[in-house]
């Protein structure tokens, strides 16, 4: 079975400049997550879909990041402008659904440097 | 906010031995969930305990849990170099099953 893809794998940016994550969940799970990481720190929840509509992206910095999953399978996530604190590695997961038996497969993640 | 915090920060044993982390949680949950973080392999899920379990067991992991004290704990039996990494827990709460994190205990296992 594939598991969670994601691209690129890394990105170094300058700030004020745009990025955008691509994330491909596997096949068949109905939620999808983006989660930052700070070094140091565990994940941090930006927005959950459930299939294409938003369930939850109330810790979403909404002037700079957005997210959107078209046609509920894949998504990306975009940071316009960023700034230095956006350096951290956001992973994406999927799970079968939002609710039992929600475990996480988690992608390798992008790890984004700001400078 | 965070939900789960480990303890310890970290922890450093020799191959073989056995290793202790614990987490403890605020609110009420349906599940707490266990998951390794390394360099190779990325996040991934260990081991998933319900609210109404107080033990499981996956090979050489062992998670307890218990409710009153709002705490689990992971051990990893006859630890091997393959285990150093950083662990989380992560707990689904009440009203919406998402999974909140701490901060992890990151394990190292010396040769």
């Known amino acids: 079975e594939a598991g969670v893809a994601q691209s690129p794998r890394y990105k170094i940016i300058e700030k004020r400049q745009s990025v955008a994550f691509w994330c491909n969940p596997i096949?068949?799970?109905?939620?999808l997550y983006w989660y930052q990481q700070i070094l140091g720190q565990g994940p941090k929840l930006l927005i959950q879909?459930?299939?294409?509509?938003?369930?939850?992206d109330s810790q979403l910095p909404k002037d700079r990041f957005s997210a959107e999953r078209l046609k509920g399978v894949d998504s990306t996530l975009k940071i316009q402008p960023a700034k230095l604190e956006d350096s951290a590695v956001y992973l994406c997961?999927?799970?079968?659904?939002?609710?039992?038996?929600?475990?996480?497969?988690f992608g390798p993640g992008t790890r984004l440097t700001v400078l | 906010s965070q939900q789960g915090e480990e303890d310890p920060q970290a922890l450093s044993i020799q191959e073989g031995e056995n290793a202790t982390m614990n987490c403890s949680y605020k609110?009420?949950?349906?599940?707490l969930q266990w998951y390794r973080q390394n360099s190779g392999r990325g996040l991934v899920h260990l081991i998933l305990?319900?609210?109404n379990e107080r033990e499981k067991h996956s090979g050489r992991l062992r998670v307890t849990l218990d409710t009153s004290k709002k705490s689990s704990s992971l051990l990893i039996t006859a630890s091997r170099a393959a285990d150093t990494a950083s662990y989380f827990c992560?707990?689904?709460?009440?009203?919406?099953?998402?999974?909140?994190w701490g901060a992890g205990t990151k394990l190292i296992i010396k040769p």
């Open positions: 879909f459930q299939n294409n509509g938003v369930v939850d």
């Open positions: 992560a707990t689904a709460v009440d009203s919406n099953y998402q999974l909140i």
């Open positions: 609110t009420s949950i349906n599940n």
């Open positions: 997961a999927s799970s079968l659904s939002g609710r039992r038996n929600n475990e996480q497969f």
């Open positions: 305990i319900r609210s």
């Open positions: 096949s068949g799970h109905a939620t």
